[in-house]
């Protein structure tokens, strides 16, 4: 049997998604809380950023099971960005103030997704992100890819539900790597990662290795 027609491995695939977006959601308050406390942009930044995360991820998950993978397929090109922006602050928290200060010039300058894939040095590859956009972004034909009334062999959601486990993961790495860098991350950190952490493990545990090593890093 494949693992997308595996019951154990979309219900893993599932059980990561809104385990993320319950942590996302736990870390987002409390960084709010503290940069109001503190009247930190940086923190504020950050809990914005995950908050976004966990609006999403949730928005993606209530989508999938309602077979709506075309507008959950809009939903994942946006997480695209937050990726992006995370993946900035954790190499350098300094972004966080600049990107939450910024004027529309200078995020149209700085933070459009090719202006950040750029200065991340092509860690993340144009392709995927073109990919996205075309089937869950601009209108586009190939986004039939993502609507049941198009025949095809394999369901939308097939491809859709693991690759946005993917993409969360590749963030939880990001927020992970940024949270020890923040006033009083580490503790927030350690409060609202375990249920993410256990999901993830187990679904990396039933998940087909060709699709864990799918992640879309370096092309």
Same mark, same amino acid.
């Given at each position: ?6 019951? *154990? ?5 599932y ?5 993320a ?7 987002g ?5 503290a940069g *109001? ?6 923190l504020l ?9 966990s ?7 209530m989508?999938?099971?309602?077979t %709506?993978?075309y507008?959950?397929?809009?939903l ?15 190499? *350098?928290?300094? @972004?966080?103030?600049k ?7 200078a995020? %149209? %300058?700085?933070f459009?997704p090719?202006?950040m ?5 092509g860690?993340?590859?144009? @392709?995927?992100?073109w990919? !996205?956009?075309e089937?869950g972004?601009?209108? !586009? ?15 939308p ?19 992970r790597?940024?949270?020890? @860098?923040?006033?009083g991350? *580490?503790?927030i ?6 249920g ?7 679904w990396? %545990? ?12 370096d092309?």
């Open positions: 049997m494949v693992a997308a027609a595996n019951t *154990d491995v979309v219900a893993s695939r059980e990561a998604l809104e385990s977006s319950v942590a996302f959601s736990g870390i308050e409390e960084l709010h809380v *109001d406390l503190l009247k930190s942009h940086r930044a950050a809990a914005l950023l995950v908050n976004l995360a609006e999403l991820t949730s928005g993606i998950v989508l999938l099971r309602s %709506r993978e507008p959950a397929g809009t994942l090109r946006q997480l695209f960005e937050i990726e992006y922006l995370a993946f900035q602050a954790y190499a *350098d928290p300094s @972004q966080l103030e990107w939450y200060g910024a004027d529309p010039v995020l %149209r %300058r700085q459009t090719q202006a894939r750029k200065a991340l040095g860690v993340f590859c144009d @392709q995927e992100y990919h !996205h956009c089937v972004g601009h209108p !586009h034909p190939r986004a039939r890819m993502l609507l049941r009334k198009y025949a095809s062999r394999l369901s959601d097939a491809f859709l539900l693991p690759d946005s486990v993917q993409h969360v993961r590749r963030l939880w790495t990001s927020i790597l940024l949270m020890p @860098q923040l006033d991350g *580490d503790g950190l350690d409060r609202h990662a375990k993410l952490t256990s999901a993830l493990a187990n990396e %545990r039933v998940e087909n290795p060709r699709v864990l090593a799918c992640d879309g890093i092309g």
